[in-house]
T-cell receptor, first 113, second 112 residues
Framework: DVKVTQSSRYLVKRTGEKVFLECVQD?????MFWYRQDPGLGLRLIYF???????EKGDIPEGYSVSREKKERFSLILESASTNQTSMYLC????????????FGDGTRLSIL | GEDVEQSLFLSVREGDSSVINCTYT??????LYWYKQEPGAGLQLLTY?????DMKQDQRLTVLLNKKDKHLSLRIADTQTGDSAIYFC????????????FGDGTTLTVKP
């Protein structure tokens, strides 16, 4: 069964901390995505990556960075966490062509105190 | 920029048909998708339609696309309580293959 795995379901951090969210896919997909989901705002794309070491900004990249050192792993980094980054974070992946995105992880609910 | 709009809530009785509607603005959309999100889970791709199609049927699901009006609908026949979830419409534009735009989601409640 294909899988996108996010390292934590729930995470609580403090304002100003550097936060890492990890995502791994086992489908050899070229494309990987990070979204955040907030009530009334739907899904908003933070960053996506179309190959190792390649990345493109999404709609709301401010305050975030990403890392893709290996094809199967895509990390989202909150450089200095703030309370307005409290949200549900969803990772997704897909092949280069076709449905974008195709498979989602179960999400990480991040609370910044 | 591109925009995708859906009504926020829909309530139906078990056994009835559900119709979830979506409108989008990007005339260069190539794919249009429907995803389902159950509580505490990520999104699951339900079905999709190419922009050169009018209709696609997959078991209880029927997708209708009116490209002229930029209107997409998802019909669920014989709706069951297990269909209760949030349904997201999304479109993939032709200009940037990696960026799909999502609607805010329609919460479907199925009453027994």
């Amino acid at each position: 069964d294909v899988k996108v795995t996010q390292s934590s379901r729930y995470l609580v951090k403090r304002t100003g901390e550097k936060v890492f969210l990890e995502c791994v896919q086992d489908m050899d997909h070229e494309n990987m995505f990070w979204y955040r989901q907030d009530p009334g705002l739907g899904l908003r794309l933070i960053y996506f990556s179309y190959d190792v070491k390649m990345k493109e900004k999404g709609d709301i990249p401010e305050g975030y960075s990403v890392s893709r050192e290996k094809k199967e792993r895509f990390s989202l980094i909150l450089e200095s966490a703030s309370t307005n980054q409290t949200s549900m974070y969803l990772c997704a992946s897909s092949h280069r062509q076709g449905i974008q995105p195709q498979h989602f992880g179960d999400g990480t609910r991040l609370s910044i105190l | 920029g591109e925009d995708v709009e859906q009504s926020l809530f829909l309530s139906v009785r078990e056994g009835d048909s559900s119709v979830i509607n979506c409108t989008y603005t990007d005339s260069s959309s190539t794919y249009l998708y429907w995803y389902k999100q159950e509580p505490g889970a990520g999104l699951q791709l339900l079905t999709y339609i190419f922009s050169n199609m009018d209709m696609k049927q997959d078991q209880r699901l029927t997708v209708l696309l009116n490209k002229k009006d930029k209107h997409l609908s998802l019909r669920i026949a014989d709706t069951q309580t297990g269909d209760s979830a949030i349904y997201f419409c999304a479109e993939r534009g032709g200009t940037n293959a990696g960026k799909s735009t999502f609607g805010d989601g329609t919460t479907l409640t199925v009453k027994p």
